[in-house]
């Protein structure tokens, strides 16, 4: 939070992702086998990796346009859509006692937050609805997605090689939102 707005996001987003790489490929190609360095899956990796990349960005991009206690607490919508996708995505029976948990659980991070979330008075651009509060709640939800194809891919594969790719989609994504951003001219202080 304290760099955010001065920091360039790709920046940091590209440097996290090359120390990541570099530590996950020696670790997957000597622990787990350097075959595995390229699984049959990888396009559904990618993918994931790709959804992953929206929710991180999303979430870093909010800290300078909102207060860090609203940022968590939209975040923590993850767990609501994590139960609400569990049927359609994973065929997983959730009952209403999952949902009095979950339910519970938000409302106790709002209770928490609740003195620093003036964020709900906090008007926009020009008075109007402040749409920076729309990105904690897409990054929840693109962190949701990736959650569920991580248990349904966990049999085929392993949680370092889904890091690995995730890693490099961090990398690509931020590179093509620096060219994107350099010569388009966006003026967002989360970028």
Known sequence: KGMSGTYPLTEAIAIRAVAAIAILVVYVGKVEGWRNLLPPQARMLLFRGAIMMLAYTGYYMAFPAM????????????????????????????????????????LGVIVTYWPSLDFIRTPGIGG????????????????????????????????????????????????????????????????
């Open 128 to 191: 109007g609805f402040n749409w920076a509060l729309l990105l904690p709640v897409i990054a929840a939800l693109a962190y949701a997605i990736p959650q569920l194809m991580a248990r349904r891919m966990a049999t085929d594969a392993s949680a370092s090689v889904m890091s690995l790719y995730q890693s490099i989609m961090y990398l690509l994504g931020a590179l093509g939102m620096a060219a994107i951003f350099a010569l388009g001219g966006f003026d967002h202080p989360g970028l």
């Open 67 to 106: 207060k860090l206690a609203a940022v968590v607490t939209l975040f923590f919508m993850a767990l609501i859509f994590i139960t609400a996708l569990a049927h359609p995505f994973l065929g997983e029976r959730v009952g209403p006692g999952h949902w009095l948990a979950v339910l519970a659980g938000f």
